[in-house]
């Protein structure tokens, strides 16, 4: 009976997640954004399959669930060009390089800290490339966007962002700021950051090609 029970309960999940997940992806098409719900990270993978040619050049400007769907193996695997500045053979000089690399790609592939209900992305950077590359470029964009970042609204999207992807992520870089200590935004003075540029994707911008596939498990900060 418990084991009835519980399939019960994860399908009934599985089921919400999908329900709420297609109402976003509406909301992003009613925005300009070409979007699409699937249930899995390996759907994911295979409409990154079809979005990205084999000969394009891929930028990613810094992106958790980016790397824990596999997408690198991926388009390395493929022979696609990846410019990415978490590489850890970059010295201060050819990251600098290859932060313009990424943003002058032929497709951006990125996540978003968040995304509310009505379709309005959301993400806050601390160097700007990252925000840079959402907001402005003749290139193609593609959000691959877990379920987790779901938020009601704009109040509720920022604060996500601001109380549960920045810490870890201060964290994960050995970033010495107060909500790397407390675990959630301080709102703080310190000259290392983080949170410096916010931007609110209210519209796909005008000319963009941009993409946004909402996945049906939680992925990335």
């Avoid at 978490?86 to 943003?103: F, G, M, Q, Y």
């Avoid at 107060?178 to 950051?193: Q, V, W």
Wanted: glycine letters at 8%.
């Amino acid at each position: 009976m418990l084991m009835k029970d519980m399939s019960t309960f994860f399908e009934s999940l599985r089921d919400q997640n999908k329900k709420t997940g297609q109402n976003v992806v509406n909301s992003l098409k009613a925005n300009g954004h070409n979007a699409k719900y699937v249930a899995t990270a390996e759907e994911a993978l295979d409409e990154l399959k079809s979005l990205i040619p084999g000969n394009a050049s891929v930028g990613i400007p810094g992106s958790v669930t980016i790397r824990q769907i596999g997408a690198l193996e991926l388009l390395n695997d493929r022979g696609n060009q990846v410019f990415h500045h978490w590489d850890p053979s970059l010295t201060p000089e050819t990251k600098a390089s290859r932060l313009k690399e990424e943003n002058l790609s032929d497709v951006i592939l990125t996540s978003s800290n968040a995304v509310t209900l009505d379709g309005m992305l959301v993400n806050i950077d601390g160097v700007g490339n990252r925000v840079s590359a959402m907001s402005w470029g003749d290139n193609k964009i593609v959000f691959v966007i877990g379920i987790n970042k779901i938020e009601r609204d704009l109040q509720s999207a920022i604060q996500r962002v601001r109380d549960k992807a920045t810490p870890p992520n201060a964290i994960r870089l050995g970033i010495d700021t107060p909500c790397a200590t407390t675990g959630y935004c301080m709102d703080c003075d310190s000259p290392k950051r983080v949170c410096r540029a916010l931007l609110v994707l209210e519209r796909a911008t005008m000319g963009r090609d941009s993409h946004v596939i909402i996945v049906g498990e939680n992925l990335g900060y």
